[in-house]
């Protein structure tokens, strides 16, 4: 296959600080594109709080993999999936890891940019993603050499347009309600209340059903 990797596992450090960079936090979901031995995804889990997918295409590195899960007891919270990257829909992450090489980052870009939601973070060990302008690039050393770990944000917004007709707002939900005005974004409304993108969407598609909102404008 013209995207082959080679499976060089990433050390812990650079695992952590990868995780960190892009910000994971407690109910957010992590997307690990070739995951191998699933460290990723066990610290995103362990560590992080997040619920994570795995995907991997060779067949003893996923056996691997699903075994550590069901040991670890995260097979609630980690999914593990045996298949091609390129073929498996992403458009439910919040943060995607990635330690690819250049050549398949390029190939991967199309089917990131069409499927990533606006405020999605893609991070990057190693190996950028040629056009895509990082937000952030840090060194991590550890015992024999230095990594690069590159940091990327979906560019665009989630516009939360309320609907004109007056109805009853339920007051868990006045917060959010207060903040939307039909030009600020999901991320933004995040941003404020110290929410999550993810539960800012939820909550913006309970308000959908209630007559509230009126439809989500997403601007590319």
Same mark, same amino acid.
């Given at each position: 296959? @013209?995207?082959?990797?080679?499976? +060089? ?5 650079? /695992? %952590?600080?990868?995780?960190? +960079?892009?910000?994971?936090?407690? &109910?957010? /979901? ?18 992080? &709080? ?37 073929? +498996? @829909?992403? !458009? ?17 870009? @199309?089917?990131?940019? %069409?499927?990533?939601? =606006? ?14 302008? @990082? ?23 989630? $516009? ?8 009853? +707002? =339920? ?17 933004? $409304? ?7 993108? %993810?539960?800012? %969407?939820?909550?913006?598609? !309970? ?14």
């Amino acid at each position: 296959m @013209p995207y082959d990797v080679p499976y +060089v596992p990433s050390p812990e450090v650079v /695992v %952590r600080r990868m995780l960190q +960079v892009s910000g994971v936090r407690p &109910g957010e /979901v992590v997307y690990d594109l070739g995951c191998g031995d699933g460290r990723i995804v066990v610290m995103a889990a362990k560590e992080f &709080g997040a619920r994570a997918v795995c995907v991997e295409i060779r067949n003893d590195l996923y056996e691997q993999t699903l075994r550590r899960i069901k040991e670890l007891n995260l097979d609630n919270v980690v999914k593990v999936i045996h298949g091609n990257f390129f073929e +498996v @829909p992403i !458009e439910d992450a919040d943060v995607v890891t990635m330690y690819l090489l250049t050549s398949v980052n390029q190939m991967l870009r @199309p089917k990131l940019e %069409r499927e990533l939601r =606006p405020g999605t973070r893609v991070v990057s060990h190693d190996f950028e993603v040629p056009g895509w302008k @990082p937000i952030l690039a840090e060194d991590v050393y550890e015992e024999w050499r230095s990594h690069k770990i590159y940091l990327f944000k979906i560019p665009g917004a989630e $516009i939360p347009i309320p609907a004109q007709t007056q109805v009853s +707002v =339920p007051s868990d939900y006045s917060d959010i309600v207060k903040l939307m005005d039909g030009r600020r974004s999901i991320e933004e $409304i995040a941003q404020k209340t110290g929410l999550t993108m %993810r539960r800012v %969407r939820e909550i913006v598609n !309970e308000l959908e059903k209630l007559g509230i909102v009126k439809e989500v404008k997403v601007i590319k």
